[in-house]
């Protein structure tokens, strides 16, 4: 069944610290998206991407980097943690101006 | 830039009773307007969408029309039943970019 499955689920890391979550895709989408949701904000978009290599930048980028490295794999990378970046992040994929379809989301808390 | 407006934070109703979740959008272009639902644990999951003016979209009873001329997608449901306590999300998709509403969470009493 395809799918979207985001690790880890929970991450705990101190302020400064490096973290990278991933995301893998098996629905064949040319199309994938990180987001972050916090309460009163809904859900906000990081970065994108359109294909291995390729990256767009969202509207809440500050603090966040971003690689896809195949079709499959998408990865978001905070190189120096801050408290503000506690928050539940998802992962999706989709086809053009399609339906997108969601992991289950990694809960990261920034001490 | 693009933007989608929810209005009710939260809406509390009885089962039985009429939903009105209201959204509004500002896009350049035609946008794809969409809502989501999301249940206590999960990602959120599509419900339907809509590509054109006038256009319905309908799913498991919801039901939105595209109003370009009100920029609205207003979510309805003639009687809601307990288990659609959820939070909704209006979307818009435009240029391969998908933006968000604010949320809007649904409690159904029995």
């Known amino acids: 069944e395809a799918a979207v499955t985001q690790s880890p689920r929970n991450k705990v890391t101190v302020t400064g610290g490096n973290v990278t979550l991933s995301c893998r895709q098996t629905?064949?989408?040319?199309?994938m998206y990180w987001y972050r949701q916090d309460t009163g904000h809904g859900l906000r978009l990081i970065h994108y991407?359109?294909?291995?290599?390729?990256?767009q930048i969202g509207d809440v980028p500050d603090g966040y980097k971003a690689t896809r490295t195949t079709q499959e794999d998408f990865f978001l990378l905070l190189e120096l943690a801050s408290p503000s970046q506690t928050s539940l992040y998802f992962c999706?994929?989709?086809?053009?101006?399609?339906?997108?379809?969601f992991g289950a989301g990694t809960r990261l808390s920034v001490l | 830039g693009d933007s989608v407006t929810q209005t009710e934070g939260q809406v509390a109703l009885s089962e039985e009773d009429f939903l009105t979740i209201h959204c509004n959008y500002s896009a350049s272009g035609y946008p794809a307007l969409f809502w989501y639902v999301q249940y206590p644990g999960e990602g959120p999951q599509f419900l339907f969408r809509a590509s054109r003016d006038k256009e319905k979209g309908s799913s498991r009873g919801f039901e939105a029309t595209y109003d370009k001329g009100t920029t609205s997608f207003h979510l309805r449901k003639a009687s809601v039943q307990e288990s659609d306590s959820a939070v909704y999300y209006c979307?818009?998709?435009?240029?391969?970019?998908?933006?968000f509403g604010t949320g809007t969470r649904l409690q159904v009493l029995p």
């Open positions: 991407s359109y294909g291995a290599g390729n990256l």
């Open positions: 999706a994929s989709s086809e053009a101006k399609n339906t997108l379809y």
């Open positions: 979307a818009l998709g435009n240029t391969n970019k998908v933006v």
């Open positions: 629905n064949s989408h040319n199309y």
